[in-house]
């Protein structure tokens, strides 16, 4: 079936403008996630949806950041006033039920390909 | 101190050798492990997961230490195709969402 797909795969931008990212979800997964990879370096937790649940924000680094799920599907993550150390891979990350034991997520992610954002 | 570590490398070794990575945790409360493998410009790919009794898949050995904080991978007969970032992660029990990725650990297996 159909994996996690995430658009634009490339977005150069200005500094100071705004830029949405979009993800689409593995069908039927009710888990969310965002998150961030700088070159050479892990991935950066930013927000969590898991199905109609107010959205962990914990990671998100500045309230320039933004992200919203829409009908528990498709997510979008909002950038306003993008500087340029917000370039990055932004990854998007399903699973299917977000199935957590104290907090801990037990599940298997599955990765969209991502968003290279390049802020000039 | 990171909250997960993991060398960086790169480790470079023939095919067919023996290779293991460690990773270690600082949050003892730490619930779930897993390694994933990430190839150049490529989203990563869950490898495994580790639990606590130990797992074999393959020429792929997953540990656990809790006393330590650490989990391994051991990859033996090393393949060209095992060439990648190897990824440790590690979900905590802070009361919250919290899964953290290693900076990872580059593998090169050379002919």
């Known amino acids: 079936g159909a994996g996690v797909s995430q658009s634009p795969s490339n977005k150069v931008t200005e500094k100071g403008k705004d830029v949405e990212l979009r993800c689409d979800p593995i069908s039927g997964h009710t888990a969310l996630y965002w998150y961030r990879q700088s070159l050479g370096q892990g991935l950066e937790f930013l927000i969590y949806?898991?199905?109609?649940?107010?959205?962990?924000k914990s990671g998100l680094p500045s309230d320039r950041f933004s992200a919203e799920r829409t009908g528990g599907s498709v997510s979008t993550l909002t950038i306003q006033r993008t500087q340029q150390e917000d370039s990055a891979v932004y990854l998007c990350?399903?699973?299917?039920?977000?199935?957590?034991?104290?907090?801990?997520?037990?599940?298997?992610?599955?990765f969209g390909p991502g968003t290279r954002l390049l802020v000039l | 101190r990171k909250e997960v570590e993991q060398d960086p490398g790169p480790f470079n070794v023939p095919e067919g050798a023996t290779v293991a990575f460690n990773c270690t945790y600082s949050?003892?409360?730490?619930?779930?492990f897993f390694w994933y493998r990430q190839d150049c410009r490529k989203e990563p790919k869950l490898l495994m997961s580790v639990y606590s009794s130990g797992n074999e898949d393959g020429r792929f050995t997953a540990q656990l230490n809790r006393a330590s904080q650490y989990i391994s991978l051991l990859i033996r007969d090393s393949k060209l195709s095992d060439s990648a970032t190897y990824l440790c992660?590690?979900?905590?029990?802070?009361?919250?969402?919290?899964?953290?990725f290693g900076a990872g650990t580059r593998l090169f297996v050379k002919a």
């Open positions: 992660v590690v979900n905590e029990d802070t009361g919250g969402f919290k899964t953290i």
């Open positions: 949806f898991q199905g109609n649940s107010a959205p962990d």
């Open positions: 949050n003892s409360a730490s619930q779930s």
């Open positions: 990350a399903s699973s299917p039920t977000g199935e957590t034991s104290g907090g801990a997520i037990q599940e298997t992610q599955y």
